[in-house]
């Protein structure tokens, strides 16, 4: 679980208690981003906002870390990359949607709550895997609008990356009970 700008696991963990009783045997773990907040004093960020360029340099120079974090728990576990998820939120879902379709081998599926695809441009080129993507995104967010994820389904679409898509009606920038409940399913049937 990759938690949101200026945020840290602990706030994203908290999310397990929701998937709990959906996902029994799970385990979730939710690091806190390498970096700390540019923009206050307590938090995390996986890469700098200062421009569109600092984003796209900062989710590539993540991403290793990213897999990194993932093929350890994998082997810890001793699971294959088929029985992982990443989820993640705002900040968190862009790194997971950069990451997971470039990955050598495919992940179960990533979870991607108020994101966008800040390198889809180069995803054709990249492409390594067809990890089933599901996104869910307030209707009414302000801080990343709906729209971000639009664009994403299309790039997604147009190669061939199984993907699921709810704009939720009257949703600002965060994960309610319906987003939990979509994100419930979607892992249950990855995981079936």
């Not at 307590?42 to 890469?47: A, E, K, L, R, V």
């Not at 939120?89 to 862009?94: D, E, H, K, N, V």
């Amino acid at each position: 679980m990759l938690h949101g700008l200026g945020s840290n696991g602990n706030d994203l963990i908290g999310l397990s208690r929701a998937l709990a009783d959906d996902l029994p045997n799970t385990a979730f773990y939710a690091p806190d981003a390498p970096d700390p907040f540019e923009g206050g004093p307590t938090g995390f960020q996986w890469y700098s906002r200062s421009s569109p360029e600092a984003r796209i340099a900062g989710v590539r120079q993540v991403a290793p870390l990213v897999d990194a974090f993932v093929d350890d728990l994998l082997e810890k576990h001793e699971l294959a990359p088929s029985r992982c998820i990443l989820l993640g939120f705002s900040q968190g879902c862009i790194v997971s949607l950069h990451t997971a379709p470039r990955r050598q081998r495919p992940l179960a599926g990533v979870v991607g709550f108020s994101g966008a695809m800040v390198t889809g441009e180069t995803l054709a080129d990249e492409l390594a895997n067809r990890t089933p993507i599901l996104l869910v995104h307030g209707a009414d967010d302000t801080v990343l609008p709906s729209e971000r994820t639009e664009e994403a389904r299309q790039v997604l679409s147009s190669l061939d990356v199984p993907n699921e898509v709810h704009i939720l009606p009257g949703l600002p920038h965060s994960i309610d009970q319906r987003g939990v409940q979509l994100a419930a399913d979607f892992m249950r049937r990855q995981f079936a």
